[in-house]
């Protein structure tokens, strides 16, 4: 017989060469996209905890959360939390760390943080535990003015949407705003979620003037705004940075204004508007904070005035809520002759500049003039209401001052 010389069929060489180049692109894409997501992809956590901060004599303003007791203490501890983080090894990964709450005991109080952080995957447990030993130290440390115990420390991470809903829930805050605010007539457009509190009062769907939501169904604006119509049944209430489409349109229940208003004329200028139904509170809609009746504003402190009100005197309407930074004016200096010659009462108060230029204007009546504490915690502190053309010399805008309606209010809505 004849020997079969059996060639072996044998894949032609670039073939080979494609399958090897093939399995290992592959190897490498995957080795690749593991590494991304364990070690270069930063998440974001969130965290809630508390300790016990002792020795200190039991008083339930600790526990209010706009009272000068409350902001001192927290004050304190968030001072001592951010120079904690930033002085340690993941200053890099620290993003937020806030107090919520203070409860106070018999002789110490249990305080509540916030804290968030970003980290790679497979770094979370391990940052877990470094903010936790971070923390302990921090707490062990009694060189300044608060006793802490660092073995009363508790800390565990939360969804973002528990995270979001604590911070929410509490007055004055924005969740994602950075620390700085950069800087109506002269204002600029607002980013969204930036002024969650500010509301727009419309008349039959039309933006009529501002308002400001002072809990989750109770908002405050201007007296002179109702002066069209008195039924709720014409006025829808609005959130967001545009007036149209209306975005978390609601209905209107009751409408409260100041017994002592009269039309025409400018004193008690102030008004609460009841919700038919709740706000549901999320990052670019919820309350800001009620100043105490006691509290004060001293002449030349930085405001901020929201609204979409007219861009000039008798001029353009923006589509996009606008800010104004303005500066509180010391009431003397408002009544002088050149300004407004007496008018202004100690109930109100003049914010903007001399100068003229930045100013509130037709349509940001009932708005929010607010002040941010050294917490970043944003106070309402006038509501836009009456003034003499806009941004011009000598003619500020005049604001309603919460802090003298502070009673007023809480004997309307009971907040
Ligand atoms: C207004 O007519 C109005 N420049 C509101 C504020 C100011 C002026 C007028 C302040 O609603």
Known sequence: MRPVTTSRTSLPLWIIALIVFGVLAILGITIGLLVHFLAVEKMVYYYQGSFKVLDIPYNRNYERETSPENNYVSKILETKMVDAFQRSSIYRQYINSQVITLVPESNSMTAHIWLVFKASRSMKENTRRRIESILRDMLSDHSGSLTTEPNSLKLVEISKANAEKIINNRC???????????????????????????????????????????????????????????????????????????????????????????????????????????????????RVCLPEATQVFPPGEGVVVTGWGALSYNGKYPELLQKAPVKIIDTNACNSWEAYNGLIQDTMLCAGYMEGNIDACQGDSGGPLVYPNSRNIWYLVGIVSWGVDCGKINKPGVYMRVTAYRNWIASKTGI
């Open 172 to 286: 004055g805050r924005r969740a994602r705003m950075s620390a700085t605010y950069d800087r109506v007539k002269g204002g600029s457009s607002a980013r969204e979620g930036e002024w969650p509190w500010q509301a727009s009062l419309k008349i039959n769907g039309q933006h009529y003037c501002g308002a400001s939501l002072i809990s989750d169904r109770y908002l405050v604006t201007a007296a002179h705004c109702f002066q069209k119509t008195l039924n709720p049944k014409n006025y829808t209430i609005s959130f967001g940075t545009r007036v149209t489409p209306p975005y978390m349109q609601h209905y209107v229940q009751r409408i409260t204004i100041h017994e002592d208003y009269i039309p025409g004329e400018h004193h008690d200028d102030i008004a609460v508007v009841l919700l038919t139904e709740k706000v549901l509170f999320r990052n670019d809609v919820h």
